[in-house]
T-cell receptor, first 114, second 110 residues
Framework: GAGVSQSPSNKVTEKGKDVELRCDPI?????LYWYRQSLGQGLEFLIY????????KSGLPSDRFSAERTGGSVSTLTIQRTQQEDSAVYLC????????????FGPGTRLLVL | GENVEQHPSTLSVQEGDSAVIKCTYS??????FPWYKQELGKGPQLIID?????GEKKDQRIAVTLNKTAKHFSLHITETQPEDSAVYFC?????????FGAGTRLFVKA
């Protein structure tokens, strides 16, 4: 079946603009995760959804970052008033029920803030 | 909270040799330990995982060992091949929290 998809694959924006990143998880997966990966670095946890609720938002770096998930499926990560330090690859993952299972990652969205 | 340390950050081996990557975790209650492989330009992909009630697991050329007392776990790749070159991440999961190590960049020289 289809894996996790993310769009856009690449995004170039100007400092101060808002961006929306989309994630389509594997059908039937109730858990969804967002991570940020700076060039050559590890995975920085941002937020975790179980269904439509987010029990853990502790990784969001500032109030410019927000995320929502609707219908227990698609999720959108929004970054307002982008800064150059927001430039990174944003990875989405999903798992069937929770974190004690395999996380299936999408290919990521490469964000460049000029 | 949980903390995961991963070593080495870079590892270079000759094709056919073995590679070992080690991770330590801080919270003894962590009970799920996956390993992910990330190739250039792609998202990480699970290669093997182990739960806290098991000490070792093997899948062809890949094995993982877990020492709960010492709170460390290791990835072993035998008979390395050039296509094993990638970044490898360990992780430790405690209830609803997964913490990833910083990653190991593995180079397999032909």
């Amino acid at each position: 079946g289809a894996g996790v998809s993310q769009s856009p694959s690449n995004k170039v924006t100007e400092k101060g603009k808002d961006v929306e990143l989309r994630c389509d998880p594997i059908s039937g997966h109730t858990a969804l995760y967002w991570y940020r990966q700076s060039l050559g670095q590890g995975l920085e946890f941002l937020i975790y959804f179980q269904g439509n609720s987010a029990p853990d938002k502790s990784g969001l770096p500032s109030d410019r970052f927000s995320a929502e998930r609707t219908g227990g499926s698609v999720s959108t990560l929004t970054i307002q008033r982008t800064q150059q330090e927001d430039s990174a690859v944003y990875l989405c993952a999903s798992s069937f029920q929770g974190q004690q299972e395999t996380q299936y990652f999408g290919p990521g969205t490469r964000l460049l803030v000029l | 909270g949980e903390n995961v340390e991963q070593h080495p950050s870079t590892l270079s081996v000759q094709e056919g040799d073995s590679a070992v990557i080690k991770c330590t975790y801080s919270d003894s209650a962590s009970n799920y330990f996956p390993w992910y492989k990330q190739e250039l330009g792609k998202g990480p992909q699970l290669i093997i995982d182990i739960r806290s009630n098991v000490g070792e697991k093997k899948d062809q050329r890949i094995a993982v060992t877990l020492n709960k007392t010492a709170k460390h776990f290791s990835l072993h790749i035998t008979e390395t091949q050039p296509e094993d070159s990638a970044v490898y991440f360990c992780a430790a999961t405690l209830r609803d929290k997964t913490i990833f190590g910083a990653g190991t960049r593995l180079f397999v020289k032909a």
